[in-house]
Nanobody, 112 residues
Framework: QVHLVESGGGLVQPGGSLRLSCAAS????????MSWYRQAPGKEREWVAY????????NYAESVKGRFAISRDNAKKTLYLQMNSLKPDDTAVYYC?????WGQGTQVTVSS
């Protein structure tokens, strides 16, 4: 049974940083690319970043490029999202995703 459990969200001031984690189980984590998505209040869920199974290649939405970094530790079966220079527009519930499976999400609020 696939489980994805996000953590690391919270309240941060504009310009601050957070690191999200996604603990994966129930599948061969090291064999699959993984993504982060987010959903802001009243908006559709949007893709944020993707990383290949080995971690060598990454892609980012234009809105986060240069500020966010996706990474993974296949030995720990964990996906990460380092978020720097956070803006109020980054406020959303952040989800990790694999092949149609979603975690429960972690809330990120950027506010002074």
């Amino acid at each position: 049974q696939v489980h994805l459990v996000e953590s690391g969200g919270g309240l941060v001031q504009p310009g601050g940083s957070l690191r999200l984690s996604c603990a994966a189980s129930g599948f061969t984590f090291s064999s699959y690319g993984m993504s982060w998505y987010r959903q802001a209040p009243g908006k559709e869920r949007e893709w944020v970043a993707y990383i290949t199974h080995g971690g060598r290649n990454t892609n980012y939405a234009e809105s986060v490029k240069g500020r966010f970094a996706i990474s993974r530790d296949n030995a720990k079966k964990t996906l990460y999202l380092q978020m720097n220079s956070l803006k109020p527009d980054d406020t959303a519930v952040y989800y990790c995703q694999y092949s149609g499976y979603w975690g429960q999400g972690t809330q990120v609020t950027v506010s002074s």
